[in-house]
């Protein structure tokens, strides 16, 4: 089955520094995944989504990863944090059934809470 | 194009009551998933309905039900509730690309539960 690791829960910066945000997945099948951002008291918007083609993805907001098979990562980067990078960010794997029709169903990591200090 | 949206946005109950969410997906994407989340269990895939029938379910007591409308639009349902299933309920819808569901889904605002 399909999972992705997100170390640690919280992570510091300060506004202009550099947002790195790990994701470690596991996937028995070439993985699609994604990294999500929730913002206080709102829905999961989609930043960025790997799906095989260029393994360097870019993203709203200035937002990038790079998918390394070799070390099953997907980290996130900025390079520059702004006080508006606040938010929790979840990186999910898709689970894609061929027995259930083609249902994909998301599995998420536990999520990172950035703050940006000014 | 709209968003997803989901009514109502705030709930609170009390053990035992049921409840019924709405979800509206983006006009056109006809598959529609559920998730709960909580500050425990994180994210956790509840169900996914297209075309009107479910095609995938997490690991979820049946207490957790729900359906898709010919329209697309989806309700999900918890009967009995208790007080764990206080959470944030988020739906997701995906399109289309041909005969498949395209690869992303796009979250609505969710609704907040509390359960008294």
């Known amino acids: 089955a399909q999972s992705v690791t997100q170390l640690g829960s919280h992570v510091s910066v300060s506004e202009g520094a550099l947002v790195l945000l790990r994701c470690n997945y596991s996937?028995?099948?070439?993985?699609?995944l994604f990294w999500y951002v929730q913002y206080p008291n709102q829905g999961l918007q989609l930043l960025l989504k790997y799906t095989s083609a260029a393994t360097l993805v870019k993203g709203i907001n200035g937002f990038e990863a790079e998918f390394k098979k070799s070390e099953t990562s997907f980290h996130l980067t900025k390079p520059s944090a702004h006080m508006s990078d606040a938010a929790e960010y979840f990186c999910?794997?898709?689970?894609?059934?061929?027995?259930?029709?083609?249902?994909?169903?998301?599995?998420f990591g536990k999520g990172m809470k950035l703050t940006v200090n000014p | 194009k709209a968003g997803v949206t989901q009514t109502p946005r705030y709930l609170i109950k009390t053990r035992g009551q049921q409840v019924t969410l709405s979800c509206s997906p983006i006009s056109g994407h006809r598959s529609v998933s559920w998730y709960q989340q909580t500050p425990g269990q994180g994210l956790q895939f509840l169900f996914e309905?297209?075309?009107?029938?479910?095609?995938n379910k997490g690991n979820f007591p049946g207490r957790f039900s729900g359906r898709q409308f010919s329209n697309s639009r989806s309700e999900m349902n918890v009967s009995t509730l208790e007080l764990g299933d206080s959470a944030l309920y988020l739906c997701a819808s995906q399109g289309l690309a041909g005969a498949r569901t395209t690869d992303t889904q796009y979250f609505g605002p969710g609704t907040r539960l509390t359960v008294l």
């Open positions: 999910a794997v898709s689970d894609r059934s061929v027995t259930q029709g083609g249902s994909e169903k998301l599995v």
């Open positions: 996937s028995s099948v070439p993985p699609y």
């Open positions: 309905y297209f075309s009107e029938t479910q095609r």
